[in-house]
T-cell receptor
Framework: NAGVMQNPRHLVRRRGQEARLRCSPM?????VYWYRQLPEEGLKFMVY????????ESGMPKERFSAEFPKEGPSILRIQQVVRGDSAAYFC??????????????FGEGSWLTVV | RKEVEQDPGPFNVPEGATVAFNCTYS??????FFWYRQDCRKEPKLLMS???SGNEDGRFTAQLNRASQYISLLIRDSKLSDSATYLC???????????????FGKGTKLSVKP
């Protein structure tokens, strides 16, 4: 029973390029969350999606960042025109239902983005 | 005030020591509380949920004081394998309408030495 799968695990981009991070939730999970962890910081909530819907994007930067979770395929976190400050670990998590409590959420191994 | 504040650490302790982590949170609407463990360059993993009555899992004991918005984690008889960063986590509750939205502390690094 595969867990939350993220790829790539490590990504290097030059300033100004685009970064695409993919997340396949656990089997049977239809709710996906993205978190960002800057160096020496705690994880910060970015966005919560269900299939084809963005439910809560209150943690997403206003520009350059977007997320989607199409009917078919993985969830994608897209960062356009990356800057050095985007260098971070990006964690995806999934849950089988709307998770108000935080009890049923499972994290992927993360994608480490380095902007040079 | 930060939403979740933890001891800055790092804690360097010998094997067998008892170590305590403290955490305070500011969101009174939070309903669920957790301790996560994160190893270097790995994902956070749930260590234990924290209940109002306090709960224990082997060498680990968690306490919650809702009135003072304070959470603690006690590790007894620490092992080398306990070395990690311990994250205090609360859910956002109904604040701002967010759902399934966890608030993480910055974590306290623990290093257990032989």
């Amino acid at each position: 029973n595969a867990g939350v799968m993220q790829n790539p695990r490590h990504l290097v981009r030059r300033r100004g390029q685009e970064a695409r991070l993919r997340c396949s939730p656990m089997k049977g999970h239809s709710h996906v969350y993205w978190y960002r962890q800057l160096p020496e910081e705690g994880l910060k909530f970015m966005v919560y999606l269900q299939k084809e819907n963005i439910i809560d994007e209150s943690g997403m930067p206003k520009e350059r960042f977007s997320a989607e979770f199409p009917k078919e395929g993985p969830s994608i976190l897209r960062i356009q025109q990356v800057v050095r400050g985007d260098s971070a670990a990006y964690f995806c998590a999934s849950s089988p239902r709307q998770d108000r409590s935080g009890n049923t959420i499972y994290f992927g191994e993360g994608s480490w983005l380095t902007v040079v | 005030r930060k939403e979740v504040e933890q001891d800055p650490g790092p804690f360097n302790v010998p094997e067998g020591a008892t170590v305590a982590f403290n955490c305070t949170y500011s969101n009174s609407a939070s309903q669920s509380f957790f301790w996560y463990r994160q190893d270097c360059r790995k994902e956070p993993k749930l260590l234990m949920s924290v209940y109002s009555s306090g709960n224990e899992d082997g060498r680990f004991t968690a306490q919650l004081n809702r009135a003072s918005q304070y959470i603690s984690l006690l590790i007894r008889d620490s092992k080398l394998s306990d070395s990690a960063t311990y994250l205090c986590v609360v859910n956002r509750g109904n604040y701002g309408g967010s759902q399934g939205n966890l608030i993480f502390g910055k974590g306290t690094k623990l290093s257990v030495k032989p």
